[in-house]
């Protein structure tokens, strides 16, 4: 197996050249971090320039390796989960969670993907009662999210072919008992790119 900085290294060469960051970095600018030997850098605009422009499962991969080489598990978590949605799609939402008074959570939850609550999408089972839908849960742009909070977050169906009805505006509700804890708002679904 490669180590850390060959990935890296071999993960820039699978983008074009023009290859642009929304940040403004560039593939010239990864180059010249890897002279420097600036790799969690390296890793970082990586990341951020395939955010914007499409790349493969592959370039994930090698990512999510060098990230665990590197003991850095939040991004080694994060570059999975983007590979996952290379091939299985991507729903995003606005979750808002119920407050402690409203018969929400008690806590907060760490946001990188490990929480995998329950969700009602629509969905119904063969008796015509309310079905829920496993999907872990990635928060954007927060490390956590507590009660009464709002954030953007990603969600990653067990069964992603059961999501497929959803479009941009549709509401669903995130339970891990009964009642529901939290409400969600699609602002985006895509396909895989596979």
């Known amino acids: 197996m490669d180590d850390?900085?060959?990935?890296?290294?071999?993960?820039v060469d699978l983008l074009p050249e023009d290859a642009v960051a929304e940040?403004?970095?560039?593939?010239?600018?990864?180059?010249?971090?890897?002279e420097l030997?600036?790799?969690e850098m390296v890793l970082d605009v990586l990341i951020e320039i395939a955010d914007v422009?499409?790349?493969s499962i592959n370039f994930w991969e090698m990512l999510a390796e060098a990230a665990r080489q590197m003991m850095l598990d939040r991004s080694r978590r994060w570059c999975e989960w983007r590979g996952w949605e290379v091939e299985h799609g991507t729903?995003?939402?606005t979750l808002t969670l119920l407050g402690v008074g409203e018969g929400g959570r008690r806590s907060s939850f760490c946001g990188d993907g490990r929480l995998r609550p329950l969700w009602g999408i629509g969905n119904r089972t063969a008796e015509g009662k309310q079905d829920v839908?496993?999907?872990r849960l990635w928060v954007e742009f927060a490390p956590q999210l507590g009660p009464?909070?709002?954030a953007d977050v990603r969600l990653a169906p067990l069964q992603p072919e059961?999501?497929?009805h959803l479009k941009p505006g549709d509401v669903i509700t995130m339970h891990e008992a009964q009642p529901a804890v939290g409400v969600a708002e699609i602002i985006e679904v895509l396909p895989p790119r596979v």
């Open 4 to 11: 850390a900085f060959t990935l890296l290294r071999q993960a």
């Open 23 to 34: 940040n403004g970095q560039t593939v010239g600018d990864v180059r010249r971090d890897i």
């Open 37 to 39: 030997q600036e790799w």
């Open 53 to 55: 422009h499409p790349v």
């Open 91 to 93: 729903v995003r939402a």
């Open 133 to 135: 839908n496993l999907a």
């Open 148 to 150: 009464g909070e709002t």
């Open 162 to 164: 059961q999501w497929q």
